[in-house]
């Protein structure tokens, strides 16, 4: 497993990052379903202070990461305060820039939610995590209410887990196992959506809909929702 978490950093560089746009599902609650969230402010970009504050605590945590400069691409896509992960112990495919309040929380559900969820439940580790990505430069997708509106994939403080492999070869995907006929399986989905939903803002499972049949979608951006 070393070999590929070394291997990670030179996977990932060659893609430029702006050339990296990965889809993804929907990602906002409709106006029904928002009014019964908590009303946290939205946060803004990151200070330099608030950033360099997260880089210190993923650095203390243990994972190697490199910072990103600021970029403003247009039309209310930018990347502001983020990384690249670059190992976190477990290879994670797909990842680019993610806003580093995003990557600290990310790291943490991977390293402290899913992997001892996996061990525990599945008797089995996971070694690499699948994702469909994390900055985009488009709106919203899956909600008619919020089409025109910048995802938070727009800043990068959004990513979408498609799925896992474990170390006994097992493959786990949201799409074929959000509902699986393995009661453990469905244990462990179970059990990680309700970790995310502790860490991160906003999460979207394929219960909340349609657009979401293949991933959790998780951000941090102003909402405070968990489906
Ligand atoms: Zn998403």
Redesign the pocket.
């Known amino acids: 497993m070393r070999v590929l978490v070394r291997l990670l950093p030179a996977l990932l560089l060659p893609c430029l990052l702006a050339a990296c746009i990965f889809g993804?599902?929907g990602?906002r609650p409709t106006p029904r379903q928002s009014a019964r969230q908590s009303a946290r402010p939205a946060p803004s970009a990151p200070t330099s202070r608030e950033t360099r504050q997260c880089e210190a605590n993923l650095t203390r945590a243990g994972y190697s990461f490199r910072s990103l400069p600021d970029r403003d691409f247009g039309g209310g896509c930018s990347i502001n305060g983020a990384v690249q992960l670059l190992d976190i112990g477990v290879p994670v495919t797909g990842i680019k820039a993610m806003r580093c309040g995003l990557a600290d929380k990310f790291t943490g559900w991977i390293t402290h939610g899913v992997r001892p969820a996996a061990i525990q439940i599945l008797g089995s580790d996971v070694v690499r995590v699948e994702t469909f990505g994390t900055y985009a430069c488009r709106n919203i997708r899956g909600n008619a209410a919020y089409s025109t509106k910048r995802?938070e994939?727009a800043s990068a403080n959004?990513v979408?887990i498609s799925g896992f492999t474990l170390a006994d070869g097992r493959h786990i995907t949201i799409e074929k196992d959000w509902n699986s006929s393995d009661p453990q399986i469905r244990r462990f989905m179970e059990i990680i959506h309700r970790s995310a939903c502790k860490r991160f803002r906003t999460v979207l499972s394929p219960d909340y809909n349609s657009a979401h049949y293949n991933h959790f979608?998780m951000d941090m951006g102003g909402g405070t929702f968990c489906r």
Do not use: E, M
């Open positions: 993804g599902g990602d995802s994939h959004a979408d979608h």
